[in-house]
């Protein structure tokens, strides 16, 4: 849930930092956060987040109910929160991508519940396709997200971050969140492109830059990721180190 870009729509200051602190508990950074509805619907569009946390009340042109009308079609799930119990917007709320509501005050549980339950929904267990379905996709995996199947090739991947049960693909354009471990994705990933080079990390050796033998980290990219110990010699044996 770490790597999940979320977005925050509310537009009350204190009701807001509420909110970032109970993620910041649950050790997920929130990505953003706007205070209207012209503002959240100008940055989901550029963004695309994948996951909305939204007042469904917001004192604007437009109620978070309807922002979230608005980006229907976009797909992407909605926590509502609310200062009242009302049935009718309860009830209005299950059209439009919600994957909760949580009445304030809500505590650190509460909202880690919904927040799970919204992330297993999001990122349900036949997450990735092997790339041996066809000649057409020997050079690609097909990744579902957000019940939307994309082909990914290989060399659009940097590296691929595992935590437990859950994997992250990291693409120069963008990142898939998958409900597979890191031992089973890398069986899915051609050897001679890929390797893993911590308990928790997969990288594409094509796209390594540098590597910090003294610190134990690699570029790739523009991102860093750790060399672990155990992992340094065989990584290392797949270069020709010229000295």
């Keep these: 849930m770490q790597n999940l870009h979320i977005l925050l729509v509310e537009d009350d200051a204190s009701a807001a930092l509420d909110v970032e602190m109970l993620l910041d508990e649950l050790g997920i950074k929130l990505s953003c956060k706007k205070e209207n509805a012209a503002d959240a619907l100008n940055y989901i569009y550029s963004e695309q987040p994948d996951l909305i946390i939204m007042d469904i ?11 979230a009308k608005e980006i229907v079609h976009l797909r992407i799930p909605i926590i509502f ?34 927040l799970e339950q919204a992330f297993s929904k999001l990122c349900p267990a036949d997450e990735l396709v092997d790339s041996s379905l066809g000649a057409a996709l020997q050079d690609k995996v097909l990744v ?4 939307i199947l994309y082909p990914v090739s290989f060399d659009e991947i940097l590296y691929i971050q595992g935590e437990g049960n859950y994997c992250s693909i990291h693409t120069q354009a963008r990142k898939y969140l998958l409900k597979i471990s890191l031992r089973k994705i890398l069986e899915s990933m051609p050897s001679n492109q890929f390797a893993p080079v911590h308990k928790s990390f997969i990288v594409h050796l094509g796209k390594v830059e540098s ?20 992992f340094k010699n065989s990584f290392l044996e797949r270069f020709n180190i010229l000295k």
């Design 57 to 67: 009340e917001l004192q604007s042109d437009k109620s978070g109910l309807d922002v």
């Design 81 to 114: 929160t609310t200062s009242h119990e009302d049935k009718a917007l309860f009830e209005a709320s299950k059209s439009v991508n919600s994957f909760g509501y949580l009445v304030k005050p809500f505590n650190k549980i509460s909202l880690q519940s919904t």
């Design 144 to 147: 579902k997200h957000v019940n």
């Design 211 to 230: 590597v910090d033998i003294g610190s134990g980290k690699l570029t790739v990219g523009k991102e860093v990721v750790p060399l672990g110990r155990n």
